[in-house]
Nanobody, 125 residues
């Protein structure tokens, strides 16, 4: 089992940047694929980005491609989401999630086994 804690959210102006972190407990972090999802007020949670266990494969939602970068440091048990050129429509609670099928980069919520509590990102216009 793994526990996930997100950090790095906050308030930023449009065009700005933030880096989210997802710290994982346990020694098995490197055996999980990791994903980021977000949920805006009044909307369903949606996929943002995913990375496999060896960082050899990444996958992005079209809405963030070219602006966001997912990465991980297995030695630090941490996944990251670098968010650049932020837009007001990026405002949401951002969640990280862990997938026991380590080789894949899934966009499907039900394929993730563990979730963090979320961190708020607010982009002002």
């Amino acid at each position: 089992q793994v526990q996930l804690v997100e950090s790095g959210g906050g308030l930023v102006q449009a065009g700005g940047s933030l880096r989210l972190s997802c710290a994982a407990s346990g020694r098995t972090f490197s055996t999980y694929a990791m994903g980021w999802f977000r949920q805006a007020p009044g909307k369903e949670r949606e996929f943002v980005a995913a990375i496999n266990w060896r960082s050899s494969s990444t996958y992005y939602a079209d809405s963030v491609k070219g602006r966001f970068t997912i990465s991980r440091d297995n030695a630090k048990n941490t996944a990251y989401l670098q968010m650049n050129s932020l837009k007001p429509e990026d405002t949401a609670v951002y969640y990280c999630a862990a997938d026991q099928t380590a080789w894949r980069t899934s966009s499907l919520e039900y394929e993730y086994d563990y979730w963090g509590q979320g961190t708020q990102v607010t982009v002002s216009s």
